[in-house]
């Protein structure tokens, strides 16, 4: 398959006002050549042969030109080529979260060789709080306004909360909405209390989705609106940003409609927030993390 370059699609890319910003997308080309897989993982390892920005597009063009904040994926290993070439190509579309291994030498410096290349946040382990490589991530994430993003349950809150207190100006950002309502739709106040209580951190952001993996998982949605309620009310929609997880282990069955009625439950059904509230939740939050110059 020749792949098509993302600017070979004639996007409108005339304005970066007003464009959607999509919080969470994890890529992967089918050219192993350019961009050979990690150590250990094979070809049938992945969920799909590709996803590539082009097959988002697809899916995604009827809400407009959507931005990434790109995940760097598990396939690469600490290998960012592919979303540091995407992002270097056009970075009013493309930013990224990067990984960094606990076992890195000189996380730190790490740390800032990726930002230079317009990584804003660093995707961590969550079982490790106490390592050196955390503690130093979080100190140069403080001192940098780098942020670090964590995909976790409930359960590992507490974790967080200690370095959180330690370094209290680090960027948090919490994915997946702490997988509130992803295992279990019916969650009970147990699981959803500490999310809340979270909250008092005012550094730390969530990402909202992805709605094909939350609640009853089927659009339009609508069952998910009272969630996204109290988590905007608890944290407040400038510290909210709606993710997609495009490219991640639950797709969604039918993208050309769902993608755009995610969307559309912030933007047409979420009768509790005001239009600013919900430009937020759709493109200034994660613009001032993931874009700001
Ligand atoms: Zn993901």
Known sequence: MQEMSYSDLNIQKSSTQNRIVDAHVHVWTPDFESYPLAEGVKEEDLWRPSFTPNQHYIYSKSVGNVRFNLVQMIWYGTDHSYILDLISSDPETFAGTGIIELSDSNPSKRMLELYKRGCHAFREPTDSWDHPTMHALFSTGGDNNLALSFNMGVDKLPGLEKMSAKYPDTPIIIDHV???????????????????????????????????????????????????????????????????????????????????????LIRDHADFLRQEDKDHILFKTAEKIFFRK
């Open 178 to 264: 702490c997988h509130v309502g992803i295992g279990n739709p019916n969650y009970s106040e147990i699981e959803i209390e500490p999310l809340l209580r979270f909250s008092k951190h005012k550094n730390a952001k969530v990402k909202i989705g992805p709605f094909q993996g939350l609640g009853k998982r089927k659009a339009p949605y609508f069952d998910i609106l009272p969630l996204i309620k109290r988590i905007v009310e608890a944290y407040g929609p400038e510290r909210c940003m709606w993710e997609s997880d495009s490219g991640g282990p639950i797709w969604m069955n039918d993208p050309e409609t769902e993608y755009p009625a995610a969307i559309g």
